[in-house]
């Protein structure tokens, strides 16, 4: 049940709206009341409410200054203003502040609990995804020993159901799933975001499924039989409906390989064994399709005649951009595989497939900023070459930790991809903080990236978000001025960007654990 605080200086409204709301059969706990901001604050505080509705115009303290206050101390609360007033700038700041709802006198019942509905919602869906975020680490770990082989099956079902899965069932089954994405950004990531909230949805459709997500877009799906909804059914329903979710548009296509079905929990890692070894396939085989592992299936293919087609080529690089360096050795296996076959016997197959690779993964890791002359020093050059050619197990692993080095170089340089962006956006805010009206959208377009790639870059590559970034330099710059000038915290506060002196003196105590005083009085 969310808690609601409401602020309103006008009593008749404020106790029409406190009494006229049946708040427990709407599922709220009304927490509290005040006639301003000023009297309200501390009290918010002390309440913790998940809304706060408040009046945008009241004396002492007014809506926007007490929701920049409330924002600072409490960051998941949703604010809904109310106002009288139809002006853009009320409005516009509202947003700046990260208000949830604004909403114009006069407000009936009625239309403000559609509101409330809605910002429900809104709570619901991010402490849905917080969940999921949180767990997400856990559930994958737990899916590892579950396809280790080395835990025992009541440890398993003991910590399956910690984790909220039960895994008591007649029968088992892995599916092992691939997205590879386009090169549109933020065409991809709206995509891939409807993919894993539909891949989510199917936890709700289908109860005997559990999902977790590997990485790179990687997903695993565990499918549990039962006597009324026997493996073979949920199969061929789990199959046509990721088809369906991940239809070939927007530049994502998709990779699955459905294991051999058993009847012991314990035997899943067989199971797994038999389906990675096909998954491997992922770069090589065509793809918008879901494999299955035969029972006569042969572990590898069998090709008598050379094939190092372009496609094979186009594979090593697709490898290199998004392979796991857990995936190298049978990635080789498969490659080597639908190359050649036995020709691999003779040393000058293996002779042109190395040097192939080699050229391939040079080009790769030259593409990512490194220099020909450190990448020779890390990979070696043809005078070494030579001592791998001797046997089949030399040169497989020579070539296991070439891939494995362009991996890790990859990896590596990830941060160097946007060194320029992060430089000129650090530059950007150097120049405007001062600025009230500074905020990511505008330096997400000084930039040429949308808020959003911009925002999860920034968080991913400086470890802080753009607003924890702005704040310290601000509060560096103030921290300088008042060290330095005689100026009263008021005008400090305008000189570092902020509008409002009481915002600025609270959020400077909360970052710097004393007042502006207090911190100039050292």
């Not at 709802?101 to 402490?127: C, F, G, N, W």
């Not at 079905?261 to 992922?282: I, W």
């Not at 692993?397 to 891939?403: G, S």
């Not at 890790?408 to 991809?417: G, I, S, V």
């Amino acid at each position: 049940m969310l808690k609601i605080f409401l602020v309103e200086d006008e009593m008749i409204m404020r106790e029409g709206i406190k009494k006229n709301i049946d708040w427990e059969a709407e599922n709220f706990q009304f927490v509290g009341d005040a006639a301003d901001g000023e009297l309200a604050y501390p009290l918010i505080i002390q309440k913790k409410p998940d809304i706060l509705i408040t009046d945008i115009k009241m004396p002492f303290m007014d809506g926007l200054e007490l929701s920049r206050l409330v924002k600072a101390e409490l960051p998941d609360i949703k604010i809904i203003i109310l106002s009288g007033y139809d002006e853009f700038d009320y409005a516009k700041e509202a947003i700046d502040i990260g208000i949830a709802e604004y909403m114009l006198k006069p407000v009936t019942s009625a239309k403000l609990l559609e509101t409330l509905h809605r910002v429900e919602k809104m709570i619901l869906d991010e402490q849905e995804k917080r969940s999921a975020k949180g767990s997400l680490d856990a559930k994958m770990k737990f899916f590892r020993k579950l396809v280790s082989g080395s835990v025992s099956v009541s440890l398993l079902l003991k910590e399956g159901r910690e984790l909220g899965m039960e895994l008591a069932a007649s029968e088992y089954n892995l599916l092992l799933l691939q997205l590879f994405l386009g090169d549109d950004v933020d065409e991809v990531h709206s995509h891939i975001a409807e993919i894993r909230q539909g891949f989510r949805g199917f936890q709700e459709t289908y109860p005997n499924i559990e999902v977790a997500y590997r990485g790179r877009e990687e997903f695993w799906f565990l499918l549990k039989g039962t006597q009324e909804y026997p493996l073979s059914s949920l199969e061929n329903d789990i199959k046509a409906a990721i088809e369906q979710l991940v239809k070939v548009e927007h530049q994502t296509q998709y990779f699955g390989v459905l294991g051999k079905g058993t009847e012991r929990l314990g035997d899943l890692s067989v199971c797994y064994e038999e389906a990675n070894k096909k998954f491997a396939h992922r770069f090589l085989e065509e793809r918008d399709r879901i494999y299955e592992v035969s029972a006569d299936e042969k572990a590898a293919l069998d090709l008598e005649s050379l094939n190092l087609s372009q496609t094979d080529r186009k594979a090593l690089e697709q490898f290199l951009s998004t392979g796991l360096q857990e995936d190298v050795a049978a990635f080789i296996d498969t490659y080597f595989d639908k190359a050649g076959g036995k020709n691999i016997q003779s040393i000058l197959f293996r002779q042109y497939v190395m040097m192939d690779i080699y050229i391939i993964t040079m080009n790769f890791s030259q593409k990512m900023g490194y220099k020909k002359q450190e990448l020779a020093a890390l990979y070696g050059d043809e005078q070494e070459f030579m001592k791998v050619f001797s046997s089949i197990e030399d040169t497989k692993a020579y070539l296991q930790k070439l891939l494995e080095k362009a991996i890790d170089l990859r990896e590596k340089a990830q941060p160097r991809k946007y060194d320029t962006v992060l430089k000129q956006a650090q530059d950007y805010i150097e120049a405007h903080y001062h600025e009230y009206d500074i905020s990511l959208n505008s330096v997400a377009a000084s930039v040429n990236l949308s808020p959003n790639h911009f925002s999860a870059i920034f968080s991913q590559e400086l470890g802080e978000t753009f607003i924890e970034y702005l704040t310290k330099i601000r509060m560096e710059k103030a921290k300088e001025l008042l060290r330095t000038t005689s100026k009263k915290s008021t005008e400090i506060a305008y000189e570092v960007g902020y509008k409002d002196a009481h915002y600025f003196g609270s959020l400077f105590k909360k970052t710097q654990n004393c007042t502006p005083k207090e911190y100039r009085a050292h």
